[in-house]
Nanobody, 124 residues
């Protein structure tokens, strides 16, 4: 498994932007498909975005499509989530996840390793 550490969360006004980062340990980071999920209080964990091992394929949840962008830099063992046009309903703990598979995943069960999460709060 890979160890993951997220950063970049915080408080932002509606319409603003944040960029989350997730750094993975180990020399095999580039072999992992990566994803971002989020969980708001009292709600189930929700798929946000995923990216394959090369970064050439991405997939987004409907609620964030055209506002969020996932990317990765394998030389830095890092995956990013650029979040624009933020809304109060984007408020949640955001989790980075890795799957020991080169491809995309969309379900929590598709992923093997998880970070500790970073809080994103969007005020109205």
């Amino acid at each position: 498994q890979v160890q993951l550490v997220e950063s970049g969360g915080g408080l932002v006004q509606a319409g603003g932007s944040l960029r989350l980062s997730c750094v993975g340990s180990g020399r095999t980071f580039s072999r992992y498909g990566m994803g971002w999920f989020r969980q708001a209080p009292g709600k189930e964990r929700e798929f946000v975005a995923s990216i394959n091992w090369t970064g050439m394929r991405t997939y987004y949840g409907d609620s964030v499509k055209d506002r969020f962008t996932i990317s990765r830099d394998n030389a830095k063992n890092t995956v990013y989530l650029q979040m624009n046009s933020l809304k109060p309903e984007d408020t949640a703990v955001y989790y980075c996840a890795a799957r020991a598979n080169y491809g995309l995943g969309v379900l929590p069960a598709d992923f093997d390793s998880w970070g500790q999460g970073t809080q994103v709060t969007v005020s109205s």
